[in-house]
């Protein structure tokens, strides 16, 4: 095992945050689309993805965002609900608490013969936390603009928990595409099921 003292670890952490920090702001078409500017665009945002929702629960699934004006990055919550209830938050603060812990433990797994280098570590726990379902708002807001310029057919297949739930609850996906996929529902996470086992409660597919 490699053995790290306190200020190598401090300065670890503070070459992370600086990397995520940038990697908030994405640039397509010249465009910056971090999450202070998409904000912005919110309600227009909330429209679409509203139209996109299937009849029988268009009504029922919301999504709610909640900033805090003293976070560091006046990032909050996204949260989506079902007849009002919270069914998922996905808190920026809670996502980076975890991803700086599950950090923490690839470097304690580590051999020592063959380290991930640090920013390649940094992305991996990352990406780790997400597969559990562990998302901030501004990975709410990236793939919510990644679903709305997906083919249907590939938001089903996505590896994004969240672009696969948008998709179960898309207009465009119809009753015999949803009782065709009932067996590799199986498979999901139980997040996933219940968002199937909604959609189809809510169509009356058996």
Known sequence: MLEFNFFTLLYQYLRADAIFFYARIK???GIAMGAEMYKQKWSKAKKQQKNLVCAALKD???IHIVNYRK???RLGRAVLTVDKKEI???CTISSEVARDKKELE?????DGESPL???ERAERAYELIKEQGIFGQNDFFDALQEYFRTPISLSLQSNNLLIKIFGLIDKRVGKRTLARIKDSMQ???ELIQYFYRLRCE?????
């Open 187 to 189: 498979l999901e996470s």
């Open 106 to 110: 690839l470097i304690r797994e580590d």
């Open 117 to 119: 280098p640090y920013r």
């Open 60 to 62: 029922r699934v919301d």
């Open 27 to 29: 640039v397509k078409d």
């Open 88 to 90: 998922w938050s996905m």
């Open 71 to 73: 976070a560091h990055d």
């Open 202 to 206: 809510a169509e009356g597919i058996k």
